[in-house]
């Protein structure tokens, strides 16, 4: 699974705009965005 660049711009523009809108959500936002970095890697490890 590959995810293009115009998806990660999509994504990232998309949570930017959250956290400008909602500061403290910020902290689950990251956390989110590392658990789902760490499963693509564990994925793409075992393949």
Request: charged share 5%; net charge positive; aromatic share 8%.
């Amino acid at each position: 699974m590959v995810i293009s660049g115009l998806a990660i711009g999509i994504i990232t523009l998309v949570f930017g705009v959250i956290v400008m809108v909602f500061p403290k959500i910020l902290n689950y936002l990251i956390g989110i965005y590392l658990i789902i970095i760490g499963i693509l890697a564990i994925i793409q490890a075992v393949k």
